[in-house]
């Protein structure tokens, strides 16, 4: 835990945006025991980090989507800590207006990873398509721990 802690620094309570023509995240994820997430709404230099609001955390029962502001780089950092293995993996994407994501994040003992798809609607049908301006963004690592290896592909 004091691992986690020195690596997130202050941490800001998030404010979804009150305007319109905003964008929706829902988190899901796998095997992701020791894992904490973060955001970054200022997603182009990954400042006013934020931990993802309870209500929003994918973890539990009921989680309603993330709304974010659409035109503008969001940031997310998922960190793993299992002594002495450590993952930090760190994506962004620019949300467009009234559009839906889902933000996948996987890790087990072998690799880590989060992509981020478009929710697309057809009718009653909906097909998550991987988003294009998705960018995996540098990781780190603790001195001395060993890092999972990173992978990136689809994971849904």
């Given at each position: 835990?004091?691992?986690v802690?020195s690596?997130?620094?202050c941490v800001?309570?998030?404010v979804?945006p009150s305007?319109?023509?905003?964008?929706t995240?829902?988190?899901?994820?796998?095997?992701?025991?020791g894992?904490?997430f973060?955001m970054?709404?200022?997603?182009?230099?990954?400042?006013g980090?934020a931990?993802?609001p309870a209500e929003?955390?994918?973890?539990?029962?009921?989680a309603?989507?993330?709304?974010?502001a659409?035109d503008?780089?969001f940031?997310?950092?998922?960190?793993?800590v299992r002594w002495p293995?450590y993952?930090?993996?760190?994506t962004?994407?620019v949300?467009?207006?009234?559009?839906?994501?889902?933000v996948?994040a996987?890790n087990n003992?072998e690799?880590c990873?989060?992509?981020?798809?478009?929710r697309e609607?057809?009718?009653s049908q909906s097909k998550?398509?991987?988003?294009?301006?998705?960018?995996?963004?540098t990781?780190?690592?603790?001195?001395?721990s060993?890092?999972f290896p990173?992978?990136?592909?689809?994971?849904?």
């Open positions: 835990l004091l691992v802690l690596l997130t620094g800001t309570t998030y979804p305007q319109d023509g905003n964008a995240i829902e988190f899901r994820g796998s095997s992701i025991q894992s904490h973060y970054f709404p200022e997603g182009r230099d990954c400042s980090k931990i993802i929003n955390n994918f973890h539990n029962p009921g309603k989507p993330l709304i974010v659409a503008r780089e940031a997310i950092m998922v960190v793993t293995k993952c930090q993996v760190i962004s994407f949300p467009r207006a009234d559009s839906n994501y889902v996948v996987d003992s690799h990873s989060m992509d981020v798809f478009q609607q057809s009718g998550l398509v991987p988003e294009s301006s998705q960018r995996h963004r990781s780190r690592t603790v001195p001395g060993t890092p990173r992978t990136v592909g689809l994971r849904v």
